[in-house]
């Protein structure tokens, strides 16, 4: 797409929700984008062009639509507009043959029907946006719950970009001073670089990369759903507590322990956000191959946890602290039978899944705890694109420390610099090849 369209030619699409609504948008941007929209429109108000963003009410008169359809136009001048281009929308009633053929009126008047993405791929062709940027209007479109929109949200306000562009023009800084001891070696007026304290700067710089690549790793999963694990001993009540969280009977209960051996994973919604909740097999001393297989896969789920639940009662033994970490929270079950927890025990959080007792709260504490736990996350689909990059950039700007510390030509440092720079203009798109634009966008709808 992003090779095969000319970007100069002016483009039209409906921009709203397919099917019936109130009110429906015919979004055409480019040069003449003005002139094709106001064919055929008689303004309630005539005046000159404007000058500014403009809202123009009035009606239009097309052949074949009778009576004349009451519309508004609004205006916007560039380079000041979301596609950096001349603008027009028009917001009509939300029939769908009514959209249609005003659509089909851009389209005769010299329009060209928009790709998947063109208005935002234009967008960000005209440096109004960057790609993560691009990214997370996607992401705003796709957002399943408050948590996806949030993250998009916090993407499209510069939350990725921003600490990314500020660590580009520290590194453009660098280099241009190393750059500079290349050019004027012989100078006397040109201070050496203090190698040390440069080379520990790199290392930070490094780390900060290391801290958002694990942030983005986050939401590699398909789904984008935070996986939270049900862990604990045989009898422990975790089969009994993730059908009452489901609110559903999605797992086998029975008195007798052991009775789970695969690991169950089902999509739960907790005070708005939707986590994938995994029971798994009790933690034990495994006898046999079946047992042995459960064990493993209880303990792979817990490993890949964002958040444990580690469940004990009355009847089954607790899992020792030193086996927990800081995903975890500690859950007293079947307080119906053998009430709250002992003294020792009292941050626990307590349920009874018989009786209902703690289920809200712990759904609320469950949230909160992912939410503590995330900090600054990506629009889902950027960080499968930008992780290696990061981690490309993370790698060269150690190797260009290194080079520092041991004495190495400033050449060989300016190299690794500019190897950094790369990889982030690759996450950032200062840098990027058409078939990732092409794969970034062919995901949006028409329209975007």
Not at 199 to 223: F, K, N, P, V
Not at 284 to 296: K, L, T, Y
Request: net charge negative.
């Amino acid at each position: 797409m992003s090779s095969a369209f000319d970007p100069e030619e002016p483009i039209a699409a409906t921009a709203s929700a397919p099917g019936p609504g109130l009110r429906g948008i015919v979004r055409v941007s480019g040069p003449g984008a003005w002139r094709i929209a106001l064919v055929g429109f008689e303004a309630d108000r005539p005046g000159p062009p404007p000058t500014r963003p403009t809202l123009v009410s009035g009606r239009y008169r097309l052949p074949g639509l009778r009576p004349p359809l009451p519309a508004e136009i609004t205006l916007w001048a560039a380079p000041r507009t979301y596609t950096g281009q001349e603008l027009a929308e028009i917001h009509a009633p939300g029939s769908p043959p009514l959209l249609d053929r005003l659509l089909a009126h851009c389209l005769e008047g010299g329009a060209r029907l928009a790709q998947p993405g063109e208005f935002t791929l234009r967008a960000f062709l005209s440096g109004r946006i960057d790609l993560t940027r691009a990214e997370a209007v996607l992401g705003v479109i796709d957002a399943r719950d408050p948590r996806r929109l949030d993250a998009a949200l916090e993407q499209l306000a510069g939350g990725l970009a921003g600490p990314i562009d500020a660590l580009r023009d520290r590194l453009l800084d660098l280099l241009a001073h190393l750059e500079a001891d290349l050019d004027f070696v012989d100078e006397a007026d040109v201070d050496p670089i203090a190698r040390a304290v440069l080379a520990d700067r790199l290392a930070r710089e490094a780390e900060t990369l290391d801290d958002l690549t694990a942030r983005l790793g986050t939401r590699d999963r398909i789904d984008g759903n935070p996986r939270v694990v049900l862990v604990g001993p045989p009898n422990a009540g975790k089969s009994r507590l993730f059908n009452a969280l489901l609110g559903d009977d999605h797992a086998i209960v029975s008195p007798m322990a052991g009775t789970t051996r695969d690991y169950l994973a089902a999509p739960c919604r907790c005070d708005g956000l939707v986590v994938e909740l995994v029971d798994t097999a009790g933690v034990e001393a495994a006898v046999g191959p079946i047992a042995s297989e459960a064990q493993a896969q209880a303990a792979a789920e817990a490993a890949r946890a964002d958040l444990i639940l580690a469940c004990a009662s009355a009847d089954s033994p607790a899992i020792e602290a030193s086996e927990a970490d800081d995903r975890t929270l500690r859950i007293w079950t079947k307080a119906d039978r053998a009430g709250p927890p002992p003294d020792e025990r009292s941050t626990w959080l307590v349920t009874s899944a018989q009786a209902g007792t703690g289920i809200d709260a712990l759904r609320v504490a469950l949230a909160s705890a992912i939410r503590g736990r995330e900090g600054e996350q990506a629009a889902t689909g950027t960080s499968a694109r930008c992780r290696d990059s990061l981690a490309g950039a993370a790698a060269a700007i150690r190797d260009a420390a290194s080079a520092m510390r041991s004495g190495a030509g400033d050449e060989l440092i300016a190299f690794e610099l500019r190897t950094a720079l790369d990889e982030l203009g690759q996450v950032t798109g200062a840098i990027v090849a058409d078939d990732v634009l092409d794969r970034i966008f062919a995901r949006f709808c028409i329209g975007k």
